[in-house]
């Protein structure tokens, strides 16, 4: 049984990593009171391109430095915001005691992704994983996806499970790789932020949650040869 798990936002929470990182930002360079509203809102849970993103910041707030040079020390830093709950941990280490593998399948950096991981706990948590930059194709792409199996010491011929947030990226993409997917819905969380709802998938998505860790209780709870079709 295979249950392959989306990073950012569904995992781990990034976008608490990103108001930390812009907190931090924003105080180190004195950029002023509305500061981090302007970097949350212009990050867009992460749906901006990254390079755009850190032109828009230096651009903004005058700053010397160049694009990269910003969003290279970004890189840096933001594994070290990321925080993964206790819970969730736990849940992956039953899943796996239960008889699943468990892997990550992200899009994303190597190097920023790869720190996520191990800082989060995550590492020794799961089978494996697949990076998109690190295997030159990004999800909803079903390369990555049976990368991302293949990693795990498995296949997806016996069928298996997509967790994640992105309705394209994650579901879609699933689908098409011939798995069964859970989405979760962060419509309040982002609303809570003041950040437009991410859309929802179109009908095929096999489950509905709003927290991973409902997720990892429905499967948890599986039996069977069949728990992966």
């Given at each position: 049984m295979l249950a392959l798990f989306d990073l950012d936002n569904t995992l781990i929470d990034r976008l608490g990593a990103y108001r930390r990182w812009a907190a931090e930002f924003a105080a180190e360079r004195a950029l002023g009171a509305?500061?981090?509203?302007?970097?949350?809102?212009?990050?867009?849970?992460?749906?901006?391109?990254m390079e755009l993103l850190f032109t828009r910041i230096r651009d903004r707030f005058g700053l010397p430095e160049s694009a990269g040079e910003l969003w290279h020390a970004y890189r840096a830093r933001l594994p070290h915001?990321?925080?993964?709950?206790p819970e969730v941990l736990d849940g992956l280490e039953r899943?796996?005691?239960?008889?699943?593998?468990?892997?990550?399948v992200t899009n994303g950096m190597t190097d920023n992704q790869t720190g996520k991981i191990q800082h989060s706990g995550l590492?020794?948590?799961?089978?494996?994983?697949?990076?998109?930059?690190?295997?030159?194709?990004?999800?909803p792409d079903a390369r990555l996806f049976e990368i991302g199996a293949a990693r795990c010491g498995t296949s997806l011929g016996d069928g298996?499970?997509?967790?994640?947030?992105?309705?394209?990226?994650d579901?879609?993409?699933?689908?098409?790789?011939?798995?069964?997917?859970?989405?979760?819905?962060?419509?309040?969380?982002l609303e809570r932020h003041?950040?437009?709802?991410?859309?929802?998938?179109?009908?095929?998505?096999?489950r509905v949650v709003t927290d991973v860790?409902?997720?990892?209780?429905?499967?948890?709870?599986?039996?069977?040869?069949?728990?992966?079709?």
């Open positions: 509305g500061a981090v509203p302007w970097l949350v809102a212009a990050d867009a849970d992460g749906s901006v391109p915001l990321i925080r993964c709950r899943l796996r005691a239960a008889g699943w593998t468990v892997g990550i590492a020794t948590r799961v089978n494996g994983w697949a990076i998109s930059e690190a295997e030159g194709v990004r999800k298996g499970w997509m967790v994640g947030d992105d309705a394209v990226n579901i879609t993409g699933g689908r098409g790789a011939g798995l069964r997917t859970i989405w979760i819905d962060r419509t309040r969380e003041g950040l437009a709802p991410a859309p929802a998938p179109g009908p095929g998505c096999d860790m409902t997720a990892i209780a429905f499967l948890a709870g599986l039996r069977g040869p069949g728990a992966g079709r």
